[in-house]
C-alpha cells in the first residue's frame, strides 16, 4: 500500500492551499485517513482524521474553522483544504492511513504513510 501525497508550496500569511493524498489499494479497505505535520526541530502533529465510511473529522484545535479534511472514496483521495493560512503551519505535511478502529490522533494508530510535502508560509 503506497500514499503520494501532493500539493505542498510557497504561499503567503492568509492565503489558501489544497493538500492531496491518493492511496494506492483500490478500493481501500482501511477505516481512515489522517494528515499530520512536522516543523523542525518539533515531534510530528496530529492534524486531522477523516473516517473513510462515515461522515466523521477530527481537527486539531490550531486548524478548526481554517482546515478541512474531505474524501473522494471513488479516487481514493483524501483532502486538506486549508485557509487562512499563517506562518505557524509551516510544516512537512503528511497523509496517513489506518486500518484499525478507533482511528486516533497519533502517529502510532496509523500503519501507511505517505513521503510528505513541504508547506511554508511567509508573513
Known amino acids: 500500500v503506497q500514499l503520494q501525497a501532493s500539493g505542498g508550496g510557497s504561499v503567503q500569511a492568509g492565503d489558501s492551499l489544497r493538500l492531496s493524498c491518493t492511496i494506492s489499494?483500490?478500493?481501500?479497505?482501511?477505516?481512515?485517513m489522517a494528515w499530520f505535520r512536522q516543523a523542525p526541530g518539533l515531534e510530528r502533529e496530529f492534524v486531522a482524521n477523516i473516517r473513510w465510511n462515515i461522515d466523521l473529522t477530527e481537527y486539531i484545535d490550531s486548524v478548526k474553522g481554517r482546515f478541512t479534511i474531505s474524501r473522494d472514496n471513488a479516487k481514493n483521495t483524501v483532502y486538506l483544504q486549508m485557509n487562512s493560512l499563517k506562518p505557524d503551519d509551516t510544516a512537512v505535511y503528511y497523509c496517513?492511513?489506518?486500518?484499525?478502529?478507533?482511528?486516533?490522533?497519533?502517529?502510532?494508530?496509523?500503519?501507511?504513510w505517505g513521503q510528505g510535502t513541504q508547506l511554508t508560509v511567509s508573513s
Open positions: 496517513a492511513a489506518t486500518y484499525s478502529l478507533p482511528i486516533g490522533t497519533r502517529a502510532l494508530q496509523y500503519d501507511y
Open positions: 489499494e483500490r478500493p481501500f479497505y482501511g477505516h481512515g
